[in-house]
C-alpha cells in the first residue's frame, strides 16, 4: 500500500471516532497540552492550554485543561488530525487528512494566522524548494534524511546526507519551516514530532501527545563525522532531482525511470 492511502486510512477510522463529539477529540492522545516555560516565545499561551483537531468540527481547537473557554485557533482545515507544539517558535502543528498539508499558527491565538508549510506524505516525502539559482529538494531514502541540490547553470547535483533513521519508519511525513531553517519530521501517527536544523543538523523533540517532550535529543553528527559518515551521497545512488525541479524519482538499472 502506498504512503498515503495508509495514511488517509489511519485517518479516516481516527475521524469516524471522532464525528459529532468534541469530548472525545478532547481526549484524543494526538491533543497536546501546551504549558508556559520561563523565556518562552511572545507566541506561546500566557497560560496552560490543551489544543486539539476537531476531525468534526474542521477545525483546530484550544481550550483550558478541564475543557473550559473553547476556542477556535484555525478553521475550515480539510480534515484535521494529529497536533504538536514547537516551543522553540511558539506555533501549533498540525497535519490533515483531506489534503494531507502541514500547517501551523502562534499558540497564542492573537491574530492567528494559518501558514501552509512545503510538506510532503508522498513516496520519498519529497520537498522541492527553488531557488534563484539553484534548485533543493529533501526527502528520505534509504533510510537517510537527505538534500540534493541541483545548480541551474549545470546538471551538477550535490547529495548530503542529513540524518540518519534510528529504526526504519521513525520518519514519515516531512515539512520545511516557514523559514527555511529546518526540517519537521513526522511519525506513523501522523503527527510531527521532530525538528532537525539544517545548519547544525541537530534533532530536537516537539512537543505531542501529553505535553512532554521526549527525554532524548540528538544530532546527526552523533553518529561521526561526515567525513567519516557519509559526507554525500557517491554516484552510483537511485534517486535524483527530475529536469524540471518538481520531484525526486528513482534510477532504477533499467532504462525505465520510476517516479
Not at 561526515?226 to 532531482?241: D, N
Request: net charge negative; aromatic share 8%; with cysteine.
Amino acid at each position: 500500500m502506498k504512503p498515503r492511502s495508509r495514511l488517509q486510512l489511519s485517518l479516516c477510522c481516527l475521524g469516524a471516532l471522532l464525528l459529532g463529539s468534541t469530548a472525545l477529540a478532547q481526549q484524543d492522545p494526538r491533543a497536546v497540552i501546551v504549558r508556559p516555560a520561563a523565556g518562552a516565545k511572545v507566541r506561546a499561551p500566557a497560560t496552560v492550554k490543551r489544543y486539539w483537531a476537531d476531525y468534526a468540527g474542521k477545525a483546530i481547537r484550544r481550550s483550558n485543561p478541564d475543557g473550559s473557554n473553547v476556542e477556535t485557533l484555525a478553521a475550515d482545515v480539510n480534515g484535521p488530525y494529529g497536533t504538536s507544539y514547537d516551543p522553540e517558535t511558539g506555533y501549533v502543528l498540525w497535519t490533515s487528512s483531506g489534503d494531507e498539508k502541514v500547517q501551523t499558527a502562534p499558540a497564542n491565538a492573537y491574530g492567528a494566522e494559518t501558514t501552509t508549510l512545503n510538506s510532503s506524505f508522498e513516496d520519498f516525502f519529497a520537498i522541492v524548494v527553488k531557488g534563484s539559482s539553484s534548485d533543493t529538494s529533501y526527502g528520505v531514502v534509504d533510510g537517510k534524511v537527505i538534500r540534493i541540490t541541483r545548480s541551474h547553470t549545470s546538471e551538477y547535483e550535490q547529495r548530503d546526507v542529513l540524518y540518519t533513521l534510528a529504526f526504519p519508519e521513525e520518519v514519515y511525513g516531512l515539512a520545511l519551516s516557514p523559514d527555511g531553517s529546518a526540517l519537521y519530521m513526522g511519525d506513523i501517527e501522523g503527527r510531527m514530532t521532530q525538528k532537525l536544523s539544517l545548519s547544525s543538523l541537530q534533532k530536537t523533540p516537539l512537543v505531542y501527545d501529553n505535553g512532554e517532550p521526549q527525554p532524548a535529543s540528538s544530532t546527526a553528527r552523533d553518529q561521526g563525522p561526515a567525513s567519516t559518515r557519509e559526507p554525500s551521497l557517491a554516484e552510483p545512488y537511485p534517486v535524483s532531482l527530475s529536469w524540471d525541479s518538481e520531484s525526486l524519482y528513482l534510477r532504477p538499472s533499467s532504462t525505465e525511470t520510476t517516479r
